[in-house]
């Protein structure tokens, strides 16, 4: 797939097929994550690959109830409070993988390392017909010391981006983009 293609056509994919990632393809896609550019190429990120339906099903139980706890401490998470309250939504849509990127705070610029180790991710993913998604509502519970600790993360490393890979079951949404805000000077 041409390479532009892959980033107009890349879409949040939220509806699985139950077919396993082999590992060999997590691999080859955690090493063209690890292509991405970072500050002073510090390469601060940390992969954990989590699979498993019945863990990843209570680990999105976990991550509702942290965020349904913090509502007050977090006011713009009051719009989601239906959805999260829902027993039957699963976070993870049921994909059969999710990666959790850790950025190393030693790193100045591990948040945007990170974040960009997720996107070549997510494209090389779409590459390979393998859909993923963003999931925000997992950092919460991720993040905790507790759960660094279940996954044997170092305490120097933060949680910056899970994303779940999975294959797509129905094809892809279209996309909608507004219009780019930009401005030319010419000076
Ligand atoms: C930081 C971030 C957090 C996100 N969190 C979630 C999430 O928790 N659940 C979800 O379904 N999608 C989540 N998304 C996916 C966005 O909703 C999606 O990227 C956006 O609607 C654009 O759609 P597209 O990715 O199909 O182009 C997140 C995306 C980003 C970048």
């Avoid at 970072?38 to 942290?66: C, I, T």
């Avoid at 349904?68 to 027993?87: H, K």
């Avoid at 494209?123 to 660094?148: K, M, N």
Wanted: with cysteine.
């Amino acid at each position: 797939m041409e390479l532009v293609e892959a980033i107009r056509r890349r879409r949040s994919v939220r509806k699985y097929k139950s077919d396993p990632i082999p590992e060999k393809t997590v691999r080859e896609l955690l090493e063209l994550a690890a292509w991405a550019p970072s500050g002073m190429n510090s390469q601060p990120w940390f992969f954990v690959v989590v699979e498993g339906k019945e863990y990843l099903k209570d680990l999105s139980d976990r991550s509702k109830a942290f965020l349904l706890e913090r509502m007050g401490e977090m006011p713009a998470l009051e719009t989601y409070r239906a959805l999260l309250s829902n027993p039957d939504l699963n976070i993870f849509y049921s994909a059969p993988v999710l990666v959790l990127i850790y950025g190393n705070t030693n790193a100045f610029t591990y948040v945007n390392d990170c974040s960009m180790a997720a996107l070549n991710l997510m494209l090389s993913a779409w590459d390979r017909g393998i859909g993923s998604c963003w999931i925000g509502f997992a950092r919460g519970f991720c993040g905790t010391p507790d759960f660094r600790d279940e996954l044997k993360v170092p305490p120097e490393y933060e949680l910056v981006a899970p994303v779940i890979l999975g294959y797509p079951s129905d094809p892809p949404a279209k996309g909608v983009r507004k219009e780019i805000k930009v401005t030319f000077h010419q000076k």
